[in-house]
DNA sequence: AGACTGTGTGAGATCGATCTCACATATATT
DNA sequence: AATATATGTGAGATCGATCTCACACAGTCT
């Protein structure tokens, strides 16, 4: 009557053979066998052979899960970001995906979606999985018992693109402050004094170091900060469209923008396009981050390029290093960045 | 003299609590510990609260690798596609990402960088963990040995994007071959008969799909096919410019060109801007997938596109439920595509 | 011959959680 | 009082691979 039932005799689950199959199979114990096949210790020739050929004909693939219970080591390498579909986060995770393929490792990927309570839910079910170490970008630069906890465990853990307070460990960042930095100068030397900061919340490291660049510029350039010129929001172009339409629907707006992600430049685009502000004639835009939609559009779009091809490689290459068992202080990569003089900034005589 | 060997004793590697432990701490055995944790089989109230305590006391958070060693099971779900920074793949992993932690599970992500290589050996490397499921886009249409063993084992299966020859599981497909057709009836209907294809390697099935609609429109448009007119490349940015210059180079290029994905779509674009070839005055575009970037050049790409938020989810939604032990015959979806006209197709009257 | 070393092999413990079973008690039913 | 049933608990097996240890035999050296 049941077809599934039918099928039990002949083509039910055939399960993966184990190391006993194997050994059945070739007439020696589980001890030889297990040396045959991993080649250490005694064993006969003839013996290995026939281990050998067991195994071959039965399909033998190890149990990682077994071997990983009994040597405390699973391995996978654990990458927690804020959203792959940011191409930033897509190119790291990319690269560290390759680079752990070539260590043997697979990657754990997870989305913290930029909340906490995701990112150590997530770190604590990726860690009961013994996890041989942790890729992070933490969504708190304050708030990171989570990431302490790791450490005590002596679990290997590399934090990219954001550092975290107290937490002292190998990292990856890029120089944000000085690119930011480097940004509103280049527009203050265009002639602007109005110039907006479209960021993302100051819990994130990147946004406070950014933000922190925009300050040290406008001091430098003599002009007082103005919270008026400064606009919160999330990552995605969606809210950065509705904030960059507050930003300049007041009064005096900007007569230029610092955008701190790529996706906020692409909101503020979006904007800019909703409301008929024409760039760079009525206003200016540089954005912190490339992106290939920058050359795409008319006029192309200045930015602060980060070396985003070498982020997750770096990145990687830390934590294979410590995972590898090279012990030494905690190092700590910044890289600089670049601005890309492209055609979205104008120079302005009044003012 | 070695500072490591100073730290031993005090800080040396906190290892995380075993069930055992807590057990000790609590005065009663492993098994009442397992039973008073997870609430199954008879535990007195005061035995039941005293564990509780010993486990919050120790920060007590099961072994999934022992758990999974026991059950057969490891609660992570496996997805191989071909590209990570390709948007497409980007939103449906994440979308898969977020449903697999609603079901309580990881995500495993391996790319296969469209080499069947690399795929077969990933899902060996998954296999071997006793994963539970997996979301595939097969590189290979013809080529899936590896996947008939996936079902021979019983282990579920979901294919994405692409399905492949022979292998009958579920699977979350497009109509490729509708969306192409749609797009090429479509500029012939605007008066083209010399319409270009860029197109990505025929081994991959959409690829294959995309051709035939694109044929199956020339043949009731009564145009013959011509091999001049078709352009093969990679699917990445760099290739498709390439190709696309290559294509339009002859003496008599298309009037039109259709390109089978957003990251070829994009390099046409560039190649188009290189040689000096103004869309839509000088040739028209049609691009299967939609794309951020397609709606902020001027003008604007009319697309094919395909409903990307649902892929992503329906896959995983298959999969889950197979996990909790739905059987029935594989499901198979279709997602219908949408042409979304915007304005880089221009009517052409000679001809 | 007796004491070595060098090879080869298997029995059994181990990793951590879970589950079956047997054995206690305590309460309920005749 | 005798039997049944409900409740609570622990000893030990199990998942699969690996490693330690003990043991067996070969050949070598005094």
């Known amino acids: 009557m049941d077809?599934?039932?039918?099928?039990?005799?002949?083509?039910?689950?055939?399960?993966?053979?184990?190391?006993?199959?194997?050994?059945?199979?070739?007439?020696?114990?589980?001890?030889?066998?297990?040396?045959?096949?991993?080649?250490?210790?005694?064993v006969g020739d003839e013996t290995a052979q026939k281990v050998q050929a067991a195994a071959e004909k039965l399909g033998y693939r190890g149990n990682r899960l077994a071997q990983a219970l009994r040597s405390g080591q699973l391995p996978i390498v654990g990458c927690i970001l804020g959203d792959i579909q940011n191409p930033f986060f897509a190119r790291i995770a990319h690269d560290i995906e390759v680079l752990a393929?070539?260590?043997?490792?697979?990657?754990?990927?997870?989305?913290?979606?930029?909340?906490?309570?995701?990112?150590?839910?997530l770190l604590a079910s990726l860690q009961s999985l013994s996890i041989r170490g942790f890729i992070v970008a933490p969504t708190s630069a304050d708030n990171n018992a989570h990431l302490k906890g790791l450490i005590a465990e002596n679990v290997p853990l590399v934090l990219i693109d954001r550092v975290a307070e107290g937490i002292d460990c190998d990292s990856v960042v890029v120089d944000n402050e000085g690119g930011a930095r480097k940004a509103v100068e280049y527009l203050i030397g265009m002639g602007h004094r109005r110039i907006g900061l479209l960021q993302d919340d100051m819990r994130i490291f990147t946004s406070r170091e950014r933000m922190s660049g925009y300050r040290a510029a406008l001091a430098a350039g003599g002009i007082?900060?103005?919270?008026?010129?400064?606009?919160?929001?999330?990552?995605?172009?969606?809210?950065?469209?509705?904030?960059?339409?507050?930003?300049?629907s007041q009064k005096n707006p900007?007569?230029?923008?610092?955008?701190?992600?790529?996706?906020?430049?692409?909101?503020?685009?979006?904007?800019?396009?909703?409301?008929?502000?024409?760039?760079?004639?009525?206003?200016s835009l540089i954005g912190f981050d490339d992106f290939n939609l920058a050359t795409f559009t008319d006029p192309q779009i200045t930015v602060v390029a980060q070396p985003v091809a070498e982020i997750g490689r770096a990145a990687a290459r830390l934590l294979f290093d410590r995972l590898s068992g090279q012990g030494g202080q905690p190092q700590k990569f910044r890289f600089e960045t670049k601005m890309i003089v492209r055609g979205s900034v104008s120079r302005r005589r009044d003012a």
């Open 101 to 121: 393929r070539e260590c043997g490792h697979n990657l754990v990927i997870g989305s913290s979606e930029e909340e906490l309570g995701q990112e150590i839910s």
């Open 224 to 248: 007082a900060p103005d919270d008026r010129m400064v606009a919160v929001s999330q990552s995605t172009v969606e809210h950065a469209v509705d904030a960059t339409i507050r930003l300049f």
């Open 254 to 283: 900007p007569t230029a923008l610092f955008t701190v992600d790529s996706l906020m430049t692409q909101g503020a685009l979006l904007a800019f396009r909703s409301m008929g502000i024409s760039i760079p004639h009525d206003v």
């Open 3 to 42: 077809p599934a039932c039918a099928m039990a005799k002949s083509e039910m689950v055939r399960k993966p053979a184990t190391l006993k199959d194997v050994a059945a199979l070739a007439n020696v114990s589980r001890a030889t066998a297990a040396r045959a096949l991993n080649s250490y210790g005694y």
